[in-house]
């Protein structure tokens, strides 16, 4: 599943090829909207609200996204050939006079009014990439995190009502980069003091370093197979202590993720 910096850049490069501009093609390839059309109606923006993507459309409109496991959007310019995927897996097509925009794999697409945004994203908890993050909504991630105690960190962090944007890739590098078990409940985390709000910082200064890019590195090393320290590296040594990087499913059956641990340096 995309992470929240994916979602970010995704928004921005379709905010910059959209915004401003009407649309000179609508063409809604989902049952719910087959009828729907926005042509001559303006994009007034496009923005990121932890892995959701909001399209908002004059007057009053929102085009929801999600892109879940292996959604798309994707940008060319007039006559060029599509490479996203084979056609019958276009959920939508918008255009504007320099660019089209199409959605692949869309499972989650929906129009609503702007002002009911938050039935679809109000239940999200702080976006660690929004600019208005620090420093009040570190400290309400790290409380919906505390109030989650019983639970296994692994399995907190990637809960979007506690903090939005973490996916399988940052959990796993945060909490070793954090020196902490995937399996350690909350509690047994915070009973370090701070160790939570320093969880929350280093989850968002790496989705902040790599927003901005399509490759998603923690170690600071761009070359291939060196850019994260456990994320799908089970069954190779530890970058740091050499002991075997394991791997196992965590969470429960709708929301299993394979989580990755050195179980030398994450006791």
Sequence with gaps: ???????????????????????????????????????????????????HLLMRIEPDLTLHSHLRMDGSWHLYRPDTAWAGGPEFEVRVVLAVVDWTCVGYRLPVLELLPTSDE????????????????????????????????????????????????????????????SGVSPWRTVDEVDSLPGQLDRMVDRARRLLLANAGRAAQVTTGDLRPGRTTWVYGRGGQPCRRCGTRVKQAEQGAPAYTRITYWCPSCQP
């Design 1 to 51: 599943m995309p992470e929240g910096d994916t979602i970010w850049l995704a928004a921005r490069n379709l905010h910059t090829a959209l915004a401003g501009k009407s649309l000179v093609r609508s063409d809604f390839r989902v049952p719910q909207l087959a009828t729907a059309d926005l042509v001559g109606r303006r994009v007034l923006g496009v923005t990121a609200r932890g892995k």
């Design 118 to 177: 938050h039935l679809v994203i109000g239940h999200l908890g702080p976006d660690l990439l929004a600019d208005d993050f620090e420093p009040l909504q570190r400290l309400e991630a790290a409380r919906r995190l505390r109030a989650d105690g019983a639970r296994p960190i692994g399995e907190a962090l990637l809960d979007q009502r506690n903090v939005a944007g973490i996916g399988n890739l940052y959990r796993a590098e945060v909490l070793f980069l």
